[in-house]
């Protein structure tokens, strides 16, 4: 689980070996969802670093985390976070506190006497589920013995399943209240969350205005047989740092970080537009022949497609690869800094002829 570094206090992760399939970040967002379809939230309530969870919360990986829980009564929590990657983890605030478990109206996570909490990778969108229960929810119930707070699920399918089944038991029964919140992860890239959810949005206003155009067009053509246009594109979102190893279609390092922000922030843009795919069009430097760079363009394009499609659950189809070879270059290939810059995939949004 690569949710939180845990200083002073040590966190033991013990991930399933399972062979079944892994889920991505909105399969296991759904799966914990169902557990929470009966319980009220109204009366719970979670702040991070005095902040609502929510739109407006956000981290940097590194950061410290303190989370202020909050019920209406004398409470036992549970705190299960789903982290940019689809990893599961289940957070026993209560185990923390030495003597017999107790209940509390109000409490913060991790208590200032153990230790010191902070953001790990990856980042992204990450989802925070809040049990607040009348019955003690404690880490035997689970059949975790480890003198840690933090039980590792994962993300394999067959575990949260059998998570998910093993909360519903141990829930049954008592009177419980539950949320679920969120918070963004950001780090040293090019574009962080709040940024490439602008740019979408420009993105996806200029597709809006395009495609008005063009039906216009069409239906003023006196000539015109069909109602259908052909397929439009934005211009590409403002962003290089999709970068790529030399003479390869691995992403770097910061490349898989900035297709992290992406990743999360498209989800919601192609469910709120289901006619808008996303176009990535891979790129090169100049060194090697073009014919070998035209190839590698492509790979790179691919690569970033089955990077959304395997991370975050992106349909295939809604993803669309090409490449330009070494002919649309960013800066001049004179030094290797500026051929660095060339090494990466675009990002355009738009639709398909006929849609």
């Known amino acids: ?57 956000a981290v940097n990986v590194g950061d410290q985390l303190v989370f202020e829980l909050s019920s209406s009564g004398p409470s ?81 399918a067959s575990a949260i399943d059998n998570f998910v089944s093993r909360v519903n038991t141990v829930l049954a029964g008592s009177e419980v209240k539950a949320t679920q919140l969120r918070y963004f992860v950001d780090s040293d890239v090019q574009f962080n969350t709040r940024a490439v959810r602008r740019e979408l949005k420009k993105r996806i206003e200029q597709v809006n205005l395009l495609a008005e155009s063009a039906e216009g067009n069409a239906g003023s053509d006196r000539h015109s047989t069909s109602t259908s246009v052909a397929g439009i594109q934005s211009d590409a979102l403002a962003v290089n740092d999709i970068r790529f190893e030399t003479s390869s279609n691995t992403l770097t390092q910061v490349g898989r970080a900035q297709l992290d922000v992406f990743g999360n922030e498209l989800l919601s843009v192609l469910d709120e537009n289901p006619n808008v795919s996303v176009f990535l069009e891979g790129h090169t430097d100049s060194s090697g022949p073009s014919d070998y760079n035209q190839a ?8 970033a497609k089955q990077y959304l499609a395997d991370e975050f659950g992106i349909p295939n189809d809604r993803l669309i690869a090409s490449g330009s070879g070494e002919n649309r270059p960013l800066a001049s290939n004179i030094d290797p800094d500026s051929m660095a810059l060339n090494r990466r995939v675009e990002i355009r949004l738009g639709t398909t002829a006929g849609n």
């Open 1 to 57: 689980m690569r949710l939180f570094a845990l200083f002073i206090v040590v966190l033991h992760f013990a991930y399933p070996s399972a062979a079944t399939a892994d889920l991505n970040r909105k399969d296991a967002v759904e799966k914990i969802t169902g557990v929470i379809a009966d319980y009220g939230s109204t009366e719970l309530s979670a702040r991070l670093q005095g902040t609502p969870l929510g739109e407006d919360a």
């Open 296 to 303: 590698l363009s492509e790979r790179r394009a691919k690569s």
């Open 76 to 156: 036992y929590y549970l705190m299960v976070f789903v982290d940019p990657k689809g990893d599961v983890a289940a957070v026993f605030p209560d185990h923390l506190v030495s003597g017999t478990p107790k209940a509390y109206r109000s409490f913060i996570y991790p208590p200032e006497e153990t230790g010191v909490l902070r953001q790990g990778e990856p980042v992204g969108v990450q989802t925070v589920f809040v049990f607040a229960s009348d019955s003690v929810v404690a880490l035997s119930d689970f059949e975790y013995t480890d003198e840690s707070d933090v039980y590792s699920v994962g993300n394999n």
